[in-house]
């Protein structure tokens, strides 16, 4: 539920593109390449508002965004024979977009689980505000009490070796939440296609590959499961017992914390943070056109199996998929389903 806003208007998008496409040796190699520019004004986000009304946020024209980016297509005839057809088309996409004014004073607007999400000028539209993991607090960086860290050392209250080290921002000797940074988001920097077709006399197939480069994903579900909680009935990932801290001759992979890091356990940093590319096998289509006679019912036919989202490769350990940005204005994961594998079958008849 959301204050009312009777000053509510609608954003506005200028916008232009400049577009070019050539073919060669009679259009068997066809390149089509754009580049496009968009500036959105009155931005609709969701604005503090005073305590006072009994609510956080309400909507409101508060913000300008630029957006622009290029898109290419290239599409081939690899093969062309009386029996035997091939054919490929490659597309790719990037775009990059940034906050240009946020209201009168540009002030931040922080929402999400943790405020863990941003929008601030000079950066993109929902990025990640957390602390930065440097690597494991070790017996080393602390004094004889192991409680004490040596001078140089930057701890939050309360840590102790085991704990997360994470950079002191603002350089003023000890971790506060004016640590808290901007680190990134889910834009990635591009996303492709690449799709085959073959024809072979009355057998036709395609395959169709996805994918994308690069962002981020903030996975704020899995922390139920993947965090320092010193809590042994929780569902932990196998880094904990892997690549965590345990003791000085067991340090782990220096990034991962001590199952007991209560205090790290309670903070939000990059350790949530993951790789959001990935590659996939989109779809896979085999058919078969039926040979027969032309007559006054049917011209054609043909028979068909397909299969979609058949497999994907990807880094993205703490949940199903890095598509999977959802939540908190399509930017974390809290734990969403994956694309469903299907099967399919069926006839295509022409009359």
Not at 123 to 139: C, E, F, G, H, Q
Request: aromatic share 14%; net charge negative; charged share 20%.
């Amino acid at each position: 539920m959301n204050i009312a806003n009777n000053m509510l208007g609608w954003e506005t998008t200028t916008s232009y593109n400049v577009g070019v496409d050539f073919g060669l040796f009679n259009n068997r190699i066809y390149l089509s390449a754009d580049y496009y520019k968009k500036t959105t004004k009155d931005l609709l986000l969701k604005a503090p508002v005073s305590l006072i009304t009994g609510f956080a946020n309400m909507m409101d024209n508060v913000g300008n965004v630029d957006n622009w980016g290029l898109e290419f297509e290239l599409n081939t005839a690899n093969i062309t024979t009386n029996t035997f057809r091939w054919n490929s088309s490659l597309n790719i996409s990037l775009n990059r977009n940034k906050i240009t004014s946020l209201g009168d004073d540009n002030s931040d607007i922080r929402s999400g689980q943790g405020n863990t999400i941003i929008q601030r000028v000079g950066n993109p539209i929902n990025s990640y505000m957390l602390l930065r993991v440097d690597r494991t607090l070790r017996a080393a960086d602390f004094e004889a009490d192991g409680v004490t860290p040596k001078p140089g050392i930057a701890i939050y209250t309360g840590q102790k070796p085991g704990d997360t080290k994470w950079v002191d921002v603002n350089d003023d000797g000890k971790i506060t939440s004016a640590d808290y940074d901007v680190v990134g988001s889910y834009q990635p920097k591009f996303e492709w296609g690449f799709t085959n077709t073959f024809k072979y006399k009355n057998l036709d197939a395609s395959i169709l590959l996805q994918g994308r480069v690069g962002g981020k994903l903030l996975s704020i579900g899995s922390r139920g499961w993947n965090r320092a909680t010193n809590g042994p009935g929780w569902n932990y990932m196998s880094r904990w017992l892997y690549d965590a801290y345990w003791s000085e001759e067991e340090p782990g992979d220096g990034k991962t914390p001590g199952f007991f890091s209560t205090v790290t356990g309670g903070q939000y940093d990059t350790n949530w943070l993951y790789d959001a590319g990935y590659v996939r096998i989109k779809n896979i289509t085999l058919g078969y056109n039926i040979p027969f006679k032309p007559n006054n019912l049917i011209s054609k036919a043909r028979v068909y199996v397909s299969c979609d989202n058949v497999y994907m490769w990807d880094h993205y350990d703490p949940g199903f998929s890095p598509e999977a940005a959802t939540q908190d204005n399509a930017s974390s994961d809290w734990g969403a389903y994956p694309q469903a594998r299907t099967f399919s079958c069926g006839i295509n008849v022409t009359f």
